[in-house]
């Protein structure tokens, strides 16, 4: 039973232009959701979250947006960087809880 | 910036032997989990740990999976009778917080396990 999915297993963009990554789930008590990033051989690194509470949350180049009717999360970078090139992680969470459930992963390859 | 420290970064050990996997969480995190990644698959929770106890735990963390915090710094995975499936990345995660949209899980660089 997969409740966080990125049906998307890998993605390849142009430097310079926008990487959308996305990111459903089924699980209607989640309210709190996050995006990590994840370089070979290391540990996953926070990038940003969003509450139920909002549709979008900016931080740089970084924006996700949120639809909370159609359970479906987004992750925009713009512009794409080389080194943004990475598995991204989609992970889930029922606030009153701790267990976060993660997506598959995406692997974006931005090319330059 | 504090970081979540692992060790060993590879453990190498032979079906049915036990293996202790170490974590230093970040010291002013009150939270903690094991996480695992198959090789090719997702990031699969494992355990929750709170105030020394278990707060949570997946299908996965059967009886021959353990927690333990030792001391005032370590975080302990420990795998009893290990099988071959036991073979994956295991991250340790720690957050100040649990379920806050300020607090999330900062993860360490992993312990690669391959079972003989």
């Known amino acids: 039973d997969q409740q966080v999915k990125q049906n998307s297993p890998s993605l390849s963009v142009q430097e310079g232009r926008i990487s959308i990554l996305n990111c459903d789930y089924t699980?209607?008590?989640?309210?709190?959701f996050l995006w990590y990033k994840k370089y070979p051989a290391e540990g996953p690194t926070f990038l940003i979250s969003?509450?139920?509470?909002?549709d979008k949350n900016e931080d740089g180049r970084f924006t996700v947006f949120l639809n909370k009717s159609a359970k479906h999360l987004s992750l925009h970078i713009v512009p794409s960087q080389p080194g943004d090139s990475a598995v991204y992680f989609c992970?889930?969470?029922?606030?009153?809880?701790?267990?976060?459930?993660f997506g598959p992963g995406t692997r974006l390859s931005v090319l330059p | 910036e504090p970081e979540v420290t692992q060790t060993p970064s590879h453990q190498v050990t032979q079906m049915g032997q036990e293996v202790i996997l170490r974590c230093v969480p970040i010291?002013?995190?009150?939270?903690f989990y094991w996480y695992r990644q198959i090789l090719g698959q997702k990031v699969e929770f494992l355990v929750s740990f709170y105030n020394n106890e278990i707060s949570e735990k997946s299908e996965i963390f059967d009886d021959q999976f353990s927690v333990e915090r030792p001391d005032g710094s370590n975080f302990t995975l420990k795998i009893r009778s290990t099988k071959l499936e036991d073979s994956a990345m295991y991250f340790c995660a720690s957050s100040e917080f649990a379920g806050r949209m300020d607090s999330p899980l900062h993860f360490g660089n992993g312990t690669r396990l391959t079972v003989t």
């Open positions: 969003i509450s139920s509470i909002k």
């Open positions: 992970a889930a969470s029922a606030l009153s809880g701790q267990n976060f459930v």
């Open positions: 699980n209607s008590m989640f309210d709190y």
């Open positions: 010291s002013n995190h009150l939270y």
